[in-house]
C-alpha cells in the first residue's frame, strides 16, 4: 500500500499497471491463447479450442474411472474369484491395435493421402465394432461361467467397467463416423485446419478409451 | 477490419421469442435462465426450511394447509417425522444443487465471464444452452422425487420404469439426508418410508445435475483458456473470472465421481446388485435374502458411498463459495476505490483452497469409524485451509483499510459477506478437529456452521453480485432503498438464526430430529428454538420484499448508464445493456490490471482496463501500483 501513496518515482515512469507489459500476456505475442494472429486480426478458427476441450472432457472421464476404480479396489476381498474371459484379451488387443491404425489414418491426413485417411478411419471404425462384439461375447462367457450382473461386487464390476467403457467407447465410434461423413464432404478439397484439428482431437480420446480400457482390464486381472 | 467483424458474429441475434429467450444460445441470456431458476428453487428451499422451524417451535400445532397439500404426509394437519426428514432431505438438495450451484456460477458466471474477458462469447454456445436445459430437467425431477410418494395418482405415473419406481407410500419425498447415506439410500423400498421411488428420482435427478454442470465446466475452462481478448493476461483478469475459472475445475474434478457413485447406488436401488450393501443386512425386521422383497445381498461396502460423496461434497462447498469470493473481492475494490489488497495473493489463494478442498473429505466422515491416523491427516489438511482463507480475509479487510467507502447495497452485501465467512469459518476450525468433531458432529453447531460459512456466505454473495450488476443486466437499478431494508433485516437475521444453532449444538442437541419437547435436557433450550424461528419468519418473510424489489425494478427501476458504479472491468465498457454479441463487433483491447483505483497522478480515480495511456485523461502521468 506505501507504494500506491508515497511512491512518485513510479508515477513518471512509462507503464501499463498491474500484470504483463502490453503488448502481449505473458510477454510473448498479442493474445496468447491461440484465438489472435500475431498482428492481432481475429481468426475464426482455433485448433487450441478442440484440443484445450478433449483435454478438459478426458480430465472428467478419468475422475469417474478413478472413483469407479478405487469402489472396485476397495469392494475385492479375495472371497470370489472370477476367472477373466478369454475374450477380453482378444478385446485388449483388438482396441490396442486400433489406435495403431488410427494414428496411421492422422499420419495420412498429416501426407494429405485423403484416400488412405479414410481407409485407415474405416479399418478402426471396423476394429472398434469388433472390440465392442468381443466385450458382449465376454459377458456371455462371463455368464456361462455363472458370473451374474447381480451378485458380488466383484462379479458386477465386470459387468459395469466394460458397460460404462463400451459406452464412452461407442462415443468414439460416432466421433469416427463424424470424421468420415466429414472427409467425404470435402474429399477434394484441401485439407481445412478444422478437419486436422477435429482428427486430433478424436485421436486423443480414441487412444485415451483404449489406455482406460487397458487399466481396466489390468485391475480386474490382477486384483481379485 | 471487416475480418475482424466478420469473425465476432459467429452467430447472428436472433429474433423469434423461442430461439431468443428459452433455447437461447446467448451467454447472457442462459445466464439469467440460471439466475431466474435459482430464484425458483430458493423460493421452494425457503418454504421447506420456514415448514421446518414451524414443526420445530410449535410442534403438535394442526396446519390444516398441510394436510389439504400433503393428505399423507400430514394427516390430520400434523406433520410427521418422516414429512420433516424428507422437508430436511430437499431442502439441503434443492439449496445446495439449485441455488448455490446455479446462481453463482451459472448465472453470474456465465452472464459476465465472457464479457470480462472480452469474448463475444462462450466457447460452445450450443453446449452451453444443454448444460442449462439439462440442468432444468434435473430440477423437474427433483419436484417430482417431492411428489411423487406423497399422492397415489402420481405414484403410478412411472410404474411403467420398474415396481421400484411405484410411489404414493406416504411421505412426501426422500428422507435420506441431501448426503443419501447407504446403506439404507441403496435397499429400496424395503429401508422403509421415503426409500422408495421418490430416492430414484432424487438420485437420477443429481446424475441428470451432474452431467448438466459438466458441460458448464467445460464451457468455463475453455472459454477463459482460449478467447481472452488482446491483452487480457491471466494477471489481469478480474477475481471474479479467476473465481470461476477455479470453480469449474472443481465441478469438472468432483461430479464425474458422484456421477459414478449416483450410478451405482442407481443399479443397488433397481437391479439388485451390491454395491454398497454388505452382507447379512436386518432392516425392517427383515434378514437380507430371507424375504422376496429384500433379495440377497453381499459383498458391499456403505462406506465406499460416504467416500465417493464427500470427495464431490466437500469441493462442492467450494464450488458454492468461490464464486462469492470472486464478486465480494470485486465489489469491495470497486466502492472502496482502492485496489484490491494482494491480487497475486487473492488469486493463489483462491487456488490454494480449490487444491486443498479435494483432500479433506474424510472431515465429513470422522464418526465412521475411520482410523485415527486417517482422523489426523484429514485434520491437519483440514485446518490448513484456514490459511489461504486467512489471506481472503485480510486481504479485504486490507482493501478496506483507509479508503472511503462507498455504502451501496451491493457493498454491504459484500461486506456481509465478509462478515458471515469469518463467524461461519471459525467453527470450521473447531469441527474440523476430528478429537471435537466426535462429539459434535450430529449436533445443531454443524447446521450452524455450515449454514452461516456456505450457505448464507454464498447467498450473500449472490445478492452482492445482483445489486451490483443488475444495472448492466437490465439497464436499470435495483432498488437501493428497499435494498438496504433488505439487507439490514437479513443480514441481522441470519446471525439471529443461526449464531444460536452453535449454543444448541454445544448442548447436545441433535439435527434433523422432527421434535425436541420429548427430551428432558433440551426442554431449557425451547426458547432459543422459538426465538430463532421467529427470526427466520421475519428474514423469510424479507425475502418477499426483496422478489418484488427484482420485479419492480427490471420494469420501473432508476435507469442506469454504461458505468453508473465507476468500475473498470470490460462489462462496463460496453453498452447497457450488453448487445448480443457483447462489444457491437469490436472486441475491446486490455491495457492494464482489473483494478487500477486511486492510481497517484491520475485525473481520475479509476482507470479502466480498456483504457489505453493515451486515452487516460491527463496524460502519461500515471502509473499502475505493484499489487
Redesign the interface.
Known amino acids: 500500500?506505501a507504494?500506491?501513496?508515497t511512491?512518485?518515482k513510479?508515477?513518471?515512469?512509462?507503464?501499463?499497471?498491474?500484470?504483463?507489459k502490453?503488448?502481449?500476456?505473458?510477454g510473448k505475442k498479442?493474445?496468447?491463447?491461440?484465438?489472435?494472429g500475431d498482428d492481432?486480426?481475429?481468426?475464426?478458427f482455433?485448433p487450441?479450442?478442440y484440443r484445450?476441450?478433449m483435454w478438459?472432457?478426458l480430465?472428467?472421464?478419468i475422475?469417474?474411472?478413478?472413483?469407479?476404480s478405487?469402489?472396485y479396489i476397495?469392494?475385492v476381498?479375495g472371497?470370489?474369484r472370477v476367472a477373466m474371459p478369454h475374450m477380453f484379451f482378444a478385446s485388449t488387443g483388438i482396441i490396442l491395435f486400433s489406435s495403431w491404425t488410427l494414428s496411421r489414418a492422422k499420419r495420412s491426413l498429416q501426407l494429405e493421402q485423403s484416400r488412405r485417411y479414410v481407409n485407415w478411419l474405416l479399418v478402426t471404425l471396423a476394429l472398434g465394432l469388433a472390440f465392442l462384439s468381443s466385450q458382449l461375447i465376454g459377458w456371455k462367457e462371463l455368464k456361462d461361467a455363472g458370473v451374474y450382473?447381480?451378485?458380488?461386487?466383484?462379479s458386477?464390476f465386470f459387468y459395469?467397467f466394460t458397460a460404462?467403457h463400451g459406452a464412452h467407447l461407442l462415443g468414439g465410434i460416432f466421433l469416427l463416423v463424424f470424421l468420415l461423413i466429414k472427409s467425404s464432404m470435402n474429399i477434394l478439397k484441401p485439407e481445412t485446419e478444422k478437419r486436422n484439428a477435429w482428427a486430433a482431437v478424436v485421436a486423443l480420446y480414441w487412444h485415451a478409451m483404449g489406455a482406460i480400457w487397458v487399466w481396466l482390464f489390468l485391475l480386474l486381472l490382477v486384483l481379485k | 477490419m471487416s475480418?475482424?467483424h466478420?469473425?465476432?458474429h459467429r452467430h447472428p441475434a436472433p429474433t423469434g421469442f423461442i430461439r431468443k429467450y428459452i433455447f437461447s444460445l446467448d451467454h447472457k441470456v442462459i445466464g439469467i435462465q440460471y439466475i431466474i431458476l435459482a430464484l425458483a428453487a430458493v423460493l421452494v428451499g425457503m418454504i421447506m426450511s420456514l415448514l421446518m422451524r414451524l414443526q420445530l417451535s410449535w410442534p403438535g400445532t394442526n396446519w390444516p394447509i398441510l394436510e389439504t397439500f400433503f393428505p399423507t404426509g400430514a394427516p390430520g394437519g400434523l406433520m410427521t417425522p418422516e414429512f420433516y426428514l424428507s422437508l430436511v432431505t430437499m431442502h439441503g438438495t434443492i439449496m445446495v444443487f439449485f441455488v448455490l450451484t446455479t446462481a453463482p456460477q451459472g448465472g453470474f458466471g456465465n452472464y459476465f465471464l465472457p464479457i470480462q474477458i472480452g469474448a463475444e462469447d462462450m466457447?460452445?454456445p450450443v453446449l452451453n444452452m444443454m448444460s442449462f436445459w439439462v440442468t432444468f430437467v434435473g430440477f423437474i425431477v427433483i419436484l417430482f422425487a417431492i411428489v411423487v410418494e406423497g399422492n397415489q395418482s402420481i405414484g403410478q405415473w412411472f410404474a411403467a420404469l420398474g415396481p421400484s419406481f411405484v410411489g404414493g407410500s406416504g411421505t412426501v419425498g426422500p428422507i435420506g439426508g441431501w448426503t443419501g447415506y447407504a446403506p439404507l439410500s441403496a435397499l429400496g423400498k424395503v429401508a422403509g418410508p421415503g426409500q422408495g421411488a421418490g430416492m430414484n428420482f432424487w438420485v437420477i435427478s443429481i446424475a441428470i445435475f451432474c452431467v448438466g454442470s459438466?458441460l458448464g465446466?467445460?464451457n468455463f475452462?475453455?472459454t477463459l483458456?482460449?478467447?481472452?481478448?488482446?491483452?487480457?493476461?491471466?494477471?489481469?483478469m478480474p477475481l471474479t473470472c479467476w473465481a470461476w475459472f477455479t470453480t469449474a475445475v472443481l465441478a469438472?474434478?468432483?461430479?464425474?465421481?458422484l456421477?459414478?457413485?449416483g450410478?451405482?447406488l442407481l443399479?443397488d436401488r433397481v437391479?439388485?446388485?451390491?454395491?454398497f450393501i454388505p452382507g447379512g443386512l436386518y432392516v425392517s425386521g427383515l434378514l437380507s435374502g430371507s424375504n422376496p422383497n429384500f433379495p440377497l445381498h453381499?459383498?458391499?461396502?456403505p462406506i465406499?458411498w460416504q467416500?465417493?460423496f464427500w470427495?464431490f461434497g466437500h469441493p462442492e462447498v467450494y464450488i458454492a463459495i468461490l464464486p462469492g469470493m470472486g464478486a465480494t473481492s470485486h465489489i469491495l475494490a470497486t466502492f472502496a476505490r482502492k485496489?484490491v489488497?494482494g491480487?497475486r495473493a487473492m488469486v493463489f489463494a483462491i487456488f490454494a483452497i480449490g487444491l486443498l478442498g479435494f483432500f479433506v473429505w474424510g472431515h465429513h466422515m470422522f464418526i465412521s469409524g475411520m482410523s485415527p491416523y486417517s482422523a489426523v491427516a484429514f485434520s491437519i489438511l483440514t485446518l490448513s485451509i484456514g490459511v489461504p482463507s486467512a489471506v481472503k480475509t485480510f486481504n479485504w479487510l486490507?482493501t478496506l483499510?483507509?479508503s472511503r467507502i462507498r455504502f451501496t447495497t451491493a457493498m454491504l452485501f459484500a461486506l456481509g459477506f465478509v462478515s458471515l465467512f469469518v463467524a461461519g469459518g471459525i467453527s470450521g476450525l473447531i469441527l474440523g478437529q476430528s478429537s471435537l468433531d466426535l462429539a459434535m458432529h450430529d449436533t445443531y453447531i454443524v447446521t450452524g456452521h455450515f449454514h452461516l460459512v456456505m450457505g448464507v456466505a454464498s447467498i450473500f454473495g449472490m445478492f452482492a453480485a445482483l445489486y451490483f450488476w443488475f444495472p448492466k443486466m437490465f439497464g436499470r437499478f435495483l432498488g437501493e432503498g428497499l435494498g438496504k431494508f433488505h439487507f439490514w433485516i437479513t443480514f441481522i437475521g441470519v446471525y439471529c438464526i443461526f449464531m444460536p444453532m452453535h449454543i444448541m449444538g454445544i448442548a447436545g442437541m441433535p439435527r434433523r430430529y422432527s421434535q425436541f419437547t420429548e427430551y428432558e435436557f433440551l426442554k431449557g433450550l425451547h426458547p432459543l428454538v422459538v426465538f430463532v424461528s421467529v427470526a427466520a419468519i421475519i428474514t423469510i418473510a424479507t425475502q418477499f420484499v426483496f422478489y418484488f424489489n427484482v420485479i419492480w425494478s427490471v420494469f420501473k427501476g432508476k435507469k442506469a448508464g454504461d458505468n453508473p458504479w465507476e468500475a473498470t472491468t470490460l462489462e462496463w465498457n460496453t453498452a447497457t445493456p450488453p448487445p448480443h454479441d457483447n462489444f457491437a463487433g469490436i472486441?475491446p483491447?486490455?491495457?492494464?490490471?482489473?483494478?487500477?483505483f486511486?492510481?497517484?497522478?491520475a485525473p481520475r480515480d479509476f482507470?479502466m482496463q480498456a483504457e489505453a495511456?493515451s486515452e487516460v485523461p491527463g496524460g502519461?502521468?500515471?502509473?499502475?501500483?505493484?499489487?
Open positions: 500500500m507504494t500506491m501513496v511512491s512518485t513510479s508515477v513518471t515512469k512509462k507503464g501499463t499497471g498491474s500484470g504483463a502490453f503488448p502481449g500476456p505473458n498479442p493474445g496468447g491463447n491461440g484465438w489472435h492481432g486480426s481475429r481468426r475464426k482455433s487450441a479450442r484445450i476441450t478438459v472432457v480430465a472428467a472421464v475422475m469417474m474411472f478413478a472413483a469407479l478405487s469402489v476397495m469392494s476381498h472371497e470370489q450382473f447381480v451378485g458380488q461386487p466383484h458386477s459395469f460404462v | 475480418e475482424t466478420e469473425g465476432v466457447a460452445f459438466l465446466a467445460l475452462i475453455t483458456l482460449n478467447m481472452r481478448t488482446k491483452g487480457m493476461s491471466l494477471m489481469r469438472l474434478l468432483s461430479f464425474p465421481v456421477l459414478g457413485g450410478i451405482l443399479l437391479a439388485g446388485t451390491s454395491f453381499t459383498g458391499g461396502s465406499l467416500h465417493l470427495f485496489p489488497f491480487y486490507g483499510w483507509g472486441l483491447t486490455v491495457y492494464r490490471g482489473p483494478y487500477e486511486a492510481v497517484p497522478g482507470i495511456d502519461n502521468g500515471h502509473n499502475g501500483h505493484k499489487h
